[in-house]
């Protein structure tokens, strides 16, 4: 199976997917390959932790909306920045320096 299709299967209503989906590809990013499939945005890190609008020109953090298969190919992809932020459908919000996540993987 895809990385899209395993995504796209967290969803039990395809419209919520699809809103994400959209979002990342009109604010964001969107990666699909065999290897990986992927829905973020860049944000500003205290926007996450201290629910600031302030210095949302400055974005410093991707925010992982969706991420399946392995993300090892999304490093060359994308723009490093400071932070990768992500949750697991359990609302906490986990803030980790980009350069921690890419040696993890």
Do not use: Q
């Amino acid at each position: 199976m895809r990385p899209y299709d395993r995504a796209k299967m967290l969803y039990e209503d395809e419209k919520d997917f699809f809103k994400i989906f959209d979002y990342c590809a009109t604010y964001g990013v969107v990666v699909s390959t065999d290897d990986v499939f992927c829905c973020a945005y860049a944000v500003h890190s205290d926007y996450i932790t201290k629910y600031t609008y302030n210095n949302l020109d400055k974005p410093n953090t991707w925010f992982i909306h969706l991420l399946a298969g392995n993300p090892k190919s999304l490093f060359g992809l994308v723009e490093p920045l400071e932070f990768v932020c992500f949750e697991r459908f359990d609302n906490k919000y986990r803030l980790i320096p980009f350069d921690k996540i890419k040696r993890r993987y």
